[in-house]
């Protein structure tokens, strides 16, 4: 069964930092592109970061230069390392894998986790 499981999140002040896991069961993610986003209330649900296949990153530019994504192959578990963290960076996040494409678009991601709460404060 393929399930993805966050967790990290927690309330932080504004400069903070948090690390963000997502465990991974039923696939193998160094065969998938795994990427994580965010989803605020009444917004929409919005690109972070991905990681390719090939170890390739990228990240909206909200967060260029903050975040960093990274993953452990050995423990099947995708990482997003927040920081300088900001009131606009509250949201809930959620890990997400896609086994043909990395895009920004939510809609080609086959799983998704359950999300973890990360709130910032001024």
């Known amino acids: 069964q393929v399930q993805l499981v966050e967790s990290g999140g927690g309330s932080v002040q504004a400069g903070g930092s948090l690390r963000l896991s997502c465990t991974a069961s039923?696939?193998?993610?160094?065969?998938?592109?795994m990427a994580w986003f965010r989803q605020a209330p009444g917004n929409q649900r919005e690109w972070v970061s991905y990681?390719?296949?090939?170890?390739?990153?990228r990240y909206a530019d909200s967060v260029k230069g903050r975040f960093t994504i990274s993953q452990d192959n050995a423990e099947n578990t995708l990482y997003l390392q927040m920081n300088s963290l900001k009131p606009e960076d509250t949201a809930m996040y959620y890990c997400?894998?896609?086994?043909?494409?990395?895009?920004?678009?939510?809609?080609?991601?086959?799983?998704w986790g359950q999300g973890t709460q990360v709130t910032v404060s001024s």
């Open positions: 990681m390719s296949t090939t170890g390739t990153s």
């Open positions: 997400a894998a896609s086994g043909w494409i990395c895009s920004g678009d939510y809609g080609v991601y086959n799983y």
């Open positions: 039923g696939f193998t993610i160094k065969n998938f592109c």
